[in-house]
């Protein structure tokens, strides 16, 4: 059931390829890097302060990811998904939202399952061709390079929030 910016509520993020680069880096013994584009982290948090919810569904598990989460204080994580589109359903469920009021952010083809039960499938600028094509909204910005904080500016704003969301700042 298609949706418009206007009616989201949840807001789901992929993890690698979304919140990250897609790199993954190994270090000594057990190690994973990741790395995270602050700007995005901003947006997380100015989404929350305007009733945005934000969760992350990833198909990795990762001890930076769950750092990462609980530093943006984001309530619903679920890592080690076989099965996004399942677990995209769980996460609005236990958010408290309809799947047409939930946006999802994906950038291969593992993620479109749950892009296509989502109201407002969105898809990072460097994501394959299917996705992109997929997408109600396609962001110019790479994953992990701040495309994660367009999508939201672009929502809240849609949605007359973006002023609210920053105004400590701009005031």
Same mark, same amino acid.
């Given at each position: 059931?298609?949706?418009? $910016? ?5 807001? %789901? ?16 013994? +057990? ?12 947006? !997380?948090? #100015?989404? &929350?302060?305007?009733?945005?919810? @934000? ?8 001890? &930076? ?8 204080? !984001? ?20 958010? /408290? ?13 593992? +993620?479109? $399952? #749950?892009?296509?039960? %989502?109201?407002? $499938?969105? &898809?990072? /600028?460097? #994501?394959? $061709? ?7 909204? %396609?962001? #110019? ?6 495309? %994660? ?16 969301? @920053? ?5």
């Amino acid at each position: 059931m298609p949706s418009g $910016p206007t009616d989201i509520r949840l807001l %789901v993020l992929d993890v690698d390829g979304v919140l990250t680069d897609g790199g993954l880096y190994y270090g000594p013994g +057990d190690v994973e890097l990741k790395r995270f584009d602050i700007k995005d982290g901003f947006a !997380i948090r #100015a989404a &929350a302060r305007v009733g945005l919810r @934000v969760a992350v569904l990833t198909a990795r598990t990762s001890e &930076a990811v769950a750092r990462r989460c609980a530093e943006l204080e !984001i309530e619903h994580v679920i890592q080690g998904s076989p099965d996004k589109a399942r677990d995209v359903r769980r996460i609005a469920n236990a958010a /408290g939202f309809d799947l047409a009021q939930t946006a999802f952010i994906g950038d291969d083809l593992v +993620d479109l $399952p #749950a892009m296509r039960l %989502v109201g407002y $499938p969105i &898809a990072v /600028g460097d #994501a394959a $061709p299917e996705v992109r094509d997929f997408a109600a909204f %396609v962001t #110019a910005k790479p994953g992990g390079r701040g495309a %994660v904080r367009e999508a939201i500016e672009a929502l809240l704003h849609a949605q007359g929030k973006w002023d609210k969301a @920053v105004g400590q700042y701009l005031s």
